[in-house]
């Protein structure tokens, strides 16, 4: 039996919101002899065996540490870390564009880590939300235990101090359970401030690639048009359907016929009455 063994034995056991647990009572050690799990008599609730690393050892007491809190406290230090490397990452490629095809590997394998800590994330808010609903459940249990008291005493069948008495037990009771609750709700709101932080940090990277969309786009109409002058559209077939009157084409009308001849003429015979003129003048 190892020191830490022999300095766990015979504990109490309190969580670290102060309520109590339950009695040490035995280990199970692995083959290198270090603490797997520890054995923990909790009365009515039989003996549980809890991890070792959910235990703080002090002098007095052992602390118990939920295991929703060491997990949401990893995943907050993991995906923190990799939200920072992502930052880091997008602007060392915004200050060397040659770092761009390295980086791009880096940047895969980043949010590659980012979706598997959402799914973590998913099962830990499921059972952050599943703890609140119990915290919520014991908070209605204590207060009916103070209304039930109040209505005893009201009606002379406990003393005062009686009373007193359920209030000052129950009030520990509820600060414990009103602690836990604070620090689930601080969690999941820490949760989702890196949630944020991740939509940010993929809003430059989707900007850059919707800018070079519209930068070849641009550029593709600009080639257009600058090729149009040099190959030109053809015309499109005009279809002629037969037994119809042909579709009118941009020719000169007989109407506009008749008037080009008619001023045709005009001018001839102005021509000719100023020629017979001039002969008549001569001739005088």
């Known amino acids: 039996m190892s020191n830490d063994e022999i300095q766990i034995i ?31 008599d909790c ?53 060397n564009d040659d770092m761009k095809e390295s980086a791009e590997m880096l940047h895969e394998k980043y949010k590659s880590k980012l979706s598997i800590l959402d799914e973590t994330e998913n099962k830990i808010n499921a059972q952050l939300d599943a703890r609140t609903a119990e915290l919520d459940e014991q908070i209605k249990s204590v207060k009916m235990l103070i209304f039930d008291a109040k209505m005893q005493y009201k009606s002379n069948e406990i003393s005062e101090s009686t009373f007193e008495s359920v209030k000052t037990q129950t009030s520990d009771l509820i600060e414990h359970i009103t602690h836990e609750q604070a620090e689930i709700s601080n969690v999941q709101r820490r949760l989702q401030d890196l949630s944020v932080e991740v939509q940010i940090t993929e809003a430059p990277r989707q900007q850059l690639q919707e800018e070079a969309i519209s930068y070849l786009g ?54 000719t009455e100023e020629s017979d003129w001039l002969s008549r003048m001569e001739a005088q």
Do not use: C
Request: charged share 25%; net charge neutral; proline share 7%.
């Open 10 to 40: 015979g504990k109490k056991v309190k969580d670290m919101y102060g309520t109590p647990v339950g009695k040490v009572v035995g280990t199970i050690s692995d083959i290198d002899g270090s603490i797997q799990t520890v054995g923990v």
């Open 218 to 271: 641009t550029q593709s109409e600009s080639e257009v048009q600058t090729k149009l002058p040099e190959v030109p559209e053809q015309a499109p077939e005009i279809p002629i359907q037969q037994h119809t009157q042909p579709i009118s084409a941009p020719i000169i009308t007989p109407v506009q016929q008749v008037s080009s001849s008619h001023d045709a003429i005009s001018t001839n015979e102005k021509k």
């Open 43 to 95: 009365g009515a609730d039989g003996l549980r065996q809890i991890q070792f690393e959910q235990l703080v050892v002090q002098t007095d007491v052992v602390i118990f540490i939920p295991k929703w809190r060491l997990d949401s406290q990893r995943l907050l230090r993991e995906k923190g870390l990799t939200l920072r490397r992502l930052k880091a990452l997008i602007d060392l490629v915004s200050e």
